[in-house]
């Protein structure tokens, strides 16, 4: 009986399945397959051109890749920048706040507050944020401040400087993502079994003790969860890159998800795009494999 | 029960069927689409031809609006399903789908004499790839404009410069009054392409102008391009002459590089004609010809003068059908031209002859004056150039170079190995 063919079952999943398909694995073979040509919009597919496209992006293309020249840049040093800060700054601030907030007067309100930008548009996050970067300190929030608490502070130009905008743009998906961190550390850690942390009172830990000991490894799943999220977050970035700095200045804030769309519609390489967009499945890929295997572990 | 469930189902075969016609009928009835970049004033100027066009012809029209329209384009041919018309700001762009053979040539769509009764012959050759008539320039507009204010250049004591080493005079003078002579809006890369472009054709000639963007057949690492970054170099560098230094220079906006001249942050700012009418939305109170002006941007070489750089954006056809014809007919005629020309909202430059000048207003009329009369009238280099040496890598080398002047050999072979890899 068990091993008769269930049609039943399958007539439930097919439309799954087929859509699935449609939208996600034969694009994605697509992907992989114009990467090895040359061609247009109309035909992708004018000339083989083998593995030149990879060739070209790892060892000849500065604005995806320079290792040639200190300090390292290019698209793919920005991203691995993104998948290094944004995850870790969001995770540390939403973990802060949900702990130290938690229980106090103004809970709601503080984490209200906190939580807002995620409910605004990326478009708009960037525009205020091109504002609070300003290099004027007449239009400037973050040079206004500075130059208030020094009076000697010379102010910056954040998203003018090369070194520094990346993570400005960083900063500001920080600021956009911590709320959602927030939220679900908090929902976490108000779940935390009481008795565990009344039982290490009792045997005399400290607050700090308690905290790394007990509350951060029992927070280790959430935290992992969030991490991958922004890790993804970060691999896809292109919408506050592109508001913000248009991947300038100087391709400073190129990320790969910018250099795809660049590629692809506005200088119109089909097979260059898509080998970037390979690439960024061979990134994406082991970190999905990842978050599949922990979610196969709780259930 | 039954009433509101027959009452649902007619709703229901209503709503379908009506969908079914409004579907049907813009699919295949419904005269003539089009996609464009234009927005806003822009929009509603070009909207004067547009309701024209159906109160003479009573086709209708769709308009589409897409900032992104080359990318729109590309998406809609990808899926088989192009404009009738679009309208296409760079010429690369125009010749790779000419190339492509995405377009139906405009010999096939208009008379040869009609055309030639509504355009000079400099204008038809703009719209000319691989010897076919593809793309019919509707408007134009000088990138030769240097903005500054009047009032300004009086308290300073000096003439609008006819020479670049006029220019600098100027830049110098200003220095020592204490006040930045240039703002620049080098976040957006074109602004600085359309620097250079003007430069290099000051320097080295039309012919070559033509050689470095449109075939390649000049290397960008080429003593010509030296030379007129060079000249560049003398804006930037020391960079105290542009607002908000170097790293100012290249966070700021074409938008905001203009608003920061009128509002006395800086003294001139080199950018397109366009500006007179961002200028004019964003401080209606000042008067483009009293609080603000622009001379031709001086000349540095002069075997070549003032060269015009102009910039414009072009028609192009996807499709032949009698809409689409009698469309083209009115888009290229005299009468929809005047229409547009002289809207209440978002005016152009007509660039067909029989548009009388005396529609433009005086700050407009002097720019028409400008593209009519120049010796030399070259477009916008980085928009004939392949779009990831015009659009890409010269934006990128040249933030560097503004950034870092020493930098300009490694910025000429970068933006030359991109050529090299995209021509």
């Keep these: 009986m068990r091993s008769k063919f ?256 660049v590629e692809m519609f506005a200088n119109g390489k089909i097979g260059y795009g898509s080998a970037i967009g390979a690439i960024l499945l061979i990134l994406v890929l082991p970190i999905i494999l990842y978050q599949l295997r922990q979610t196969k572990k709780q259930l | 029960m039954k009433i509101k469930f027959m009452q649902s189902l007619l709703k229901f075969v209503i709503i379908s069927v009506t969908t079914l016609i409004v579907s049907i009928t813009s699919a295949f009835a419904a005269g003539v689409s089009i996609l464009a970049v234009w927005g806003g004033d822009e929009e509603a100027g070009f909207r004067q031809l547009l309701d024209g066009f159906t109160a003479e012809t009573g086709i209708a029209y769709t308009y589409e609006g897409d900032r992104d329209v080359q990318e729109v384009v590309k998406t809609r041919l990808a899926g088989g399903n192009p404009p009738d018309v679009a309208i296409i700001p760079r010429p690369g762009e125009i010749a790779a789908l000419a190339k492509a053979g995405a377009l139906v040539p405009l010999s096939t769509l208009l008379d040869e004499d009609y055309i030639n009764a509504n355009y000079g012959k400099a204008m038809v050759d703009l719209g000319m790839h691989f010897g076919e008539f593809y793309a019919l320039p509707v408007k134009a507009s000088s990138k030769s404009t240097f903005w500054y204010k009047p009032q300004s250049f009086k308290d300073l004591g000096v003439e609008t410069p006819d020479t670049w080493d006029e220019l600098m005079v100027i830049a110098d003078k200003y220095l020592a009054a204490g006040k930045t002579p240039f703002a620049m809006g080098g976040r957006d890369g074109w602004t600085l392409t359309d620097w250079f472009e003007n430069i290099y054709v000051r320097v080295a000639g039309p012919e070559k102008y033509h050689q470095l963007f449109v075939t390649h057949e000049l290397e960008w690492t080429d003593a010509s391009v030296v030379e007129a970054m060079g000249y560049f170099r003398q804006i930037v560098d020391p960079d105290t002459k542009i607002m908000g230094g170097a790293e100012g220079a290249i966070s700021t906006g074409f938008i905001e590089g203009m608003d920061a001249m009128l509002q006395d942050k800086a003294e001139m700012y080199y950018e397109g004609g366009f500006m007179g009418g961002i200028a004019k939305q964003n401080f209606p109170n000042l008067t483009c010809g009293k609080d603000y002006s622009w001379f031709t941007f001086p000349s540095i070489n002069p075997e070549y003068g003032k060269a015009i750089m102009g910039g414009g954006d072009f028609a192009v056809a996807f499709s032949d059908t009698p809409d689409a014809r009698a469309f083209w007919k009115y888009l290229a005629g005299e009468k929809g031209n005047t229409a547009w020309a002289s809207a209440p909202k978002g005016a152009i430059i007509s660039v067909n002859k029989n548009v009388p000048l005396d529609v433009y207003s005086p700050c407009i009329a002097l720019e028409a004056a400008d593209l009519a009369g120049a010796d030399i009238l070259v477009f916008d280099g980085s928009d004939m150039a392949t779009p990831a040496v015009g659009g890409d890598a010269m934006f990128v080398g040249l933030q560097d170079f503004v950034a870092d002047p020493d930098s300009v050999n490694d910025v000429l072979e970068f933006i030359e190995d991109a050529a090299d890899n995209s021509y």
């Design chain 1, 6 to 261: 269930n049609w039943e079952a399958w007539v439930f999943i097919l439309p799954t399945c087929l859509l699935l398909l449609a939208f996600l694995v034969w694009p994605t073979m697509q992907t992989i397959y114009y990467s090895f040509f040359k061609g247009n919009f109309l035909d992708p597919t004018v000339e083989f051109f083998g593995l030149g496209h990879y060739d070209r992006l790892l060892t000849g293309d500065r604005q995806f890749l320079r290792i040639n020249k200190w300090p390292p840049s290019g698209a793919l040093i920005n991203t691995i920048v993104w998948i290094i800060f944004l995850p870790t700054l969001t995770v540390i601030f939403g973990l802060v706040i949900a702990v130290l907030a938690d229980g106090k007067k103004y809970e709601t309100f503080i984490k209200s507050i906190i939580f807002v930008p995620m409910a605004i548009s990326a478009t708009a996050a960037s525009v205020i944020f091109r504002f609070v970067y300003n290099n004027d300190p007449e239009t400037g929030a973050l040079n206004a401040l500075l130059v208030f608490l020094l009076p000697e502070f010379e102010p910056v130009s954040w998203l003018g400087r090369k070194t520094m905008a990346n993570f400005a743009v960083i900063f500001a998906a920080v600021w956009i993502w911590t709320g959602l961190a927030m939220t679900i550390l908090s929902a976490a850690y108000k779940a935390l079994p009481q008795e565990i942390i009344e039982a290490a009172i009792i045997d005399g830990a400290t607050q700090w003790q308690r905290f790394w000991r007990l509350v951060l490894p029992m927070l280790s799943i959430p935290i992992t969860f969030l991490v991958v999220v922004m890790i993804i977050n970060a691999l896809k970035m292109i919408d506050l890159v592109y508001v913000m700095t248009m991947g300038g200045p100087r391709g400073g804030t190129r990320v790969i998800g910018f250099s795809i769309y």
